[in-house]
Every structure is written in structure tokens, then in C-alpha cells.
């Protein structure tokens, strides 16, 4: 480093430092019970199905305190709202936020916080006053849950692949409304925002979201610095015996296709746990039998595999031996779903261990088990995540928790880590 280069960096940790110091608890902490009021549950959960008239509400509340905070809030052809505090230099933005839409008996923490965390760091931008190069954009996708629209995380994979967009407006939701339609409902509403015509190029991406896991409780650290996001397979697998009496067909003479479901799942789940370690998530969760019924050997059993690792080739490897598994005639294979593993960048791992230090946070460098709009994001630009702790794990639940002061340290570090990134070249 030349010893300009060494000031201009002792500045940046400068502004990072005041950035995080800014943050103020009550005004976080008061945000997130706000944005919790649209669509509250009696047991003080929330319910707030993407482009729902709840969700235009509370888009209408990030928009109004958007406004008020000078920025400008743009939308795209998937309803994804970018709330802007512009920079000092015409240069792509450093961007961060999640989604705000929630499951049917969901928290009031998860994606709301990241969305509700960027605000507080432009608040806290601004009381330091500070004025950054790069423009910051906190993000609010679209429909990340995927309960009313299938799939999920409809605005960032549109956002990063705009051609998804014409199969996505076609899908419905349970009561036949199209995601056109709920589209247009949006415009509707909001008629005065500018919408942009293309994808622009970012800086950076970061989502700090809560963990839905119990690994930082576990370890008793309160920043998790998200390396990646595990790949996962999904298939259906079919057993064929044949229907008859439970009373008067002997044992030998049985074809139980409950009784050869059980053995492959066995088998599955033998070599899942053998191939992955510990690292492997196996989970048989939808069972279908025909004829389903008390007295009746079972002609026809259909259970479902989700398997998950952060190894591309562990992945690949389980797909090998479950084809290998079901390679006899009574046995049949459906693959459902794939996605590889996502890593995460690098230098922005590091850009997060910086900011964790400054605050003198310890951490724990883990992957996520559950999918997230980062996933799509990294093929658009660097991309990482940021987890703080989930009480006992909970989470798409109305009793998910995140302490405080978890959340306060949690929106410091990402408000020194976006002070920095939004200073750079
Ligand atoms: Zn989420």
C-alpha cells in the first residue's frame, strides 16, 4: 500500500465506524413493529401473501418513510421496489434489503428485517452525515416466499433472468388471480413510481437475514458470515405392488408396495447420510398410498425426497446412486426440482469479517440451509449474506425471535460493511 492508499483506507474505517455508530435501537426496533402491523395475527404473527392488499400496505409504509428519508423508490416489471439514497459519483449501486412478503402463520422478522435494517442504515448514513460515492439501494423483492405465487423468489430471479417474467405472469394463485393480474393491482396502487426498463449493473449485493436455524445459538455467537447456500435435489419416488386382502393373502405371497417403499427409503436414506456426512439434509415428507386403506395391501406407494448439501459433487453423487436404487421394475423415479450450491464472494466474506471486528462481534462462518433472494442475486453480482441468531431455531412461525440486541448488532455491521462497499472505486 502507498501511503495515500493507507489514508484513504484509515477514512473509510472512519465513515464505517461513524455508519455503525449511527444506528439507533429504538428507531430499528420501532420499524420492524410497525412494519409487523400489515397483516398481524392474533398471536402475534403475521400473514401477508405477496402483492396481497396487506403486502400494497405495507409497500405503501417502506415508500412513504422512503420519501421521507430522500429517497427515490423506482419499481421493475415484477414489482420489485428499489428505495435509492443516491451517491456522489454516477456509479452502480451497492445494494442490500430482502422481501416483505411473509408465510400464511409467519414471524415479523424474516425478510422484513433485512428490508427494515437498509432503511436504518440510510437513517444512520444520513444523521452522520455522510455522503457516499456509489448510490445504495435497499431492495424489497417480490413474492420470496412463493406461498401465493409458485415458485418462490419470483422478483430476484426475474430481476437476474428477465425472461422468466413471461412464465411467472401467466401463474396463479389459489383463488385464479394471475400474477398479471396482482401486477397491475400494483401499478394501480402506485402509479406515480418510475419503473425501470432493464436490469442494472451492481456493485455488490448483501442480505442480512435471520439465521431460521439454531446453529449460532448452538455456538453462542451473534453474527453468522454466510459462505453459501446449499444445492438441492427433489424426487418423487413410485412403488408398485399389487392390491389384496390383508386377511387371507400369506406373507410369501404378498407384493406390499408399503413394504418395498420402506426398504428403498432405507436405502436412500443409508447412503444420504453415508455420501454427505454431516453436512447432509435427507427428509422423506409427502407420502401418497393407494388404496390407502386399513385392510388392503397397498398397490401403490409414492413418497417424496429432499435432499440437500453444499457440495456440488455430493449432489451429483446422490444422483447416481438413488438412479442406481431405483433400476428395477417395480420401482419408479421422478426428478422434481434441482439447484446447485451458491458460494459467496470472497472479498465481501471479508468485507463482513471486517465489519464484525470493528464491532468486536464474534462470528461463525456457516452455510445457509434455506434458500434466499441472494441465491439469484450472486449470478448478477458479488453477493454474501449476514445471519443473526433465531431463537431455538424457529422461524415460519409466529414465535421466530431475534433478541435486540442481535438485531441492533446485526444492522451495525451491515451499515459499516455498506459504508465501506458504497466508498469504493
Ligand atoms: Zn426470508
Redesign the pocket.
Known sequence: MTQQEQKDHGALRVTATQAAAHVDPARLLHAIAALARFGARDDGGVDRPALSGRDLDARRYLIERAHALGCTVTTDHCANLFIRCAGTEDLPPVMTG??ADTQPSGGKL??CY?VLAGLECIEALNDAGIRTRRPLDVVVWTN??GTRFQPGAMGSSAFVEPALIDRYRAVSDASGVTLADALSAHSDAFPSLATRNETQAAHAFIEL??E?GPQLEIAGRPLGIVSGIQGVRWYAVTCTGVAAHAGTTPMPARRDAMTLAIDVRADIDAFAKALGQHDTRVTFGRWSVVPNSINTIASSVTFTVDFRHPDEAVLAAFDQQIAQCAARPDVMLEALFSHEPVGFDAALLTRLGEAADALEAPTLTLTSG?F??AMYLAQHCPTAMLFVPSRDGISHNPLEHTDDDHLVLGTRALAHCLATLCNEP
Open positions: 430482502s422481501h424474516d425478510g433485512g420470496e416466499e437475514h435471520i431460521q434455506a434466499h433472494d
